[in-house]
C-alpha cells in the first residue's frame, strides 16, 4: 500500500478531510521537499566565526553543501581542519572556504566564477552575512580628528553594504538556476542587525550599514522578484551569543553558555540570550516558503518590544 498523506481543506464553515495518495518513488523531489532533505547549494560570506561559522556547521550538519568566505585566515584554516567533523557519515554534502577580501570587487568575480564551478553552475541560497568587525564594541566619536574613523566607515560600508549588492548581482545566473523551494529559484537572505533600528554611542557606521541592507534587501526582492523570480529576505539578530563560534573556544572547550549571566537572560523576555540555531531555523524557514520576500524578520527575543526607563 501506498502512503498516505492527511491534507485538512477548511472552508469558512466546515472542515473537510481529504487521504491523497502520493507515491514517493515516482516523486522523490516532492519526497525530500516535504522532509526537508532536500539537499542546497549555499553560499556563505563571513562563514568563519561568529553566526556564519554557526550557519555553516548548522547546514553542512543537515547534509547541505556549503561555500564559505572569510577574511580572517587564521579562523578559515582552523574552520578548514573542522568542517568535515560537522558532516554526518552519509552526508554527500561537499564544502569549500576561500579567503577573500570583500573591499576587492575583483576577487569577488572570481570567487563567483569558483562558486559556478564547484555547485554546477547553480546556487540555491546566498547568505550576505559577513561584516568588518570583531564584535559591536563602540568605536571612536565620529567628529574625532584622526582618518581611523573614516577608514573605518569606508570599510564597514564596502564590506556590509556594497559587497552583498556586488556578490548578490554576480550571482543572478546562479540563483536563476538554482532552487530553493517548489516553484522558486535561489534566495538570497541579508543579515542586518536590529542595530539598524536601534543604536549606541559610536556606531554610526554599523548602524549605517545594517539599515542600508534593509533597503538594498527591499529593492533587490522588487527588481529581482519581477525579473526572475529570485525572493529577498533579510533577517535582523540581536543579541546572539557567538563567543563559542571561534578558534579560541573550541581549543579551550569553551560551553555555549560561558560568559552569560541570569540578568543577561532575564533582559530578554523570551528568558534567554540567543542562539545561532535561531538564526538558522529563520534561514530555513525564508529558504523554503516561497511566497515570503522582502521581508525583515527579527531575532531578538522581543528585546525590541521592551520600554526602557532611565535607571534609578
Known sequence: MLPSLLVLSIA????????????????????????????????????????????????????????????????????????????????????????????????????????????????????????????????????????????????????????????????????????????SPGTIINISSTRAHQAEDNHEAYSAAKAGILGLTQSMSVSLGHRHKIRVNAILPGWIHVMNERAEADVSGAAWEEGLTKEDAEWHPAGRVGKVDDVAKAAEYLIGTGFVTGQEVVIDGGVGRKMVYPEE
Open 12 to 183: 469558512p464553515l466546515f472542515c473537510r478531510a481529504d487521504v491523497i495518495e502520493v507515491d514517493p518513488r515516482r516523486d522523490l523531489t516532492l519526497a525530500k521537499r516535504m522532509s526537508g532533505t532536500q539537499p542546497l547549494r549555499i553560499l556563505i560570506t563571513g562563514g568563519a566565526r561568529g553566526i556564519g561559522r554557526g550557519l555553516f556547521r548548522h547546514f553542512l550538519g543537515a547534509g547541505h553543501s556549503v561555500y564559505i568566505l572569510d577574511a580572517n585566515s587564521i579562523e578559515l584554516e582552523h574552520v578548514k581542519k573542522s568542517a568535515d567533523k560537522w558532516k554526518s557519515a552519509s552526508s554527500q554534502a561537499i564544502w569549500k572556504a576561500s579567503l577573500c577580501d570583500l573591499r576587492d570587487r575583483e576577487y569577488i568575480k572570481s570567487i563567483v566564477d569558483d562558486v559556478k564551478d564547484v555547485f554546477d553552475g547553480k546556487l540555491d541560497v546566498l547568505i550576505n552575512n559577513a561584516m568588518a568587525t570583531e564584535g559591536v564594541g563602540a568605536g571612536k566619536p565620529m567628529e574625532d580628528d584622526g582618518d581611523e574613523t573614516m577608514e573605518d566607515w569606508d570599510t564597514k560600508i564596502a564590506v556590509g553594504l556594497t559587497a552583498p549588492y556586488v556578490l548578490s548581482r554576480l550571482c543572478v545566473p546562479l540563483l536563476k538556476a538554482g532552487s530553493s523551494a517548489p516553484g
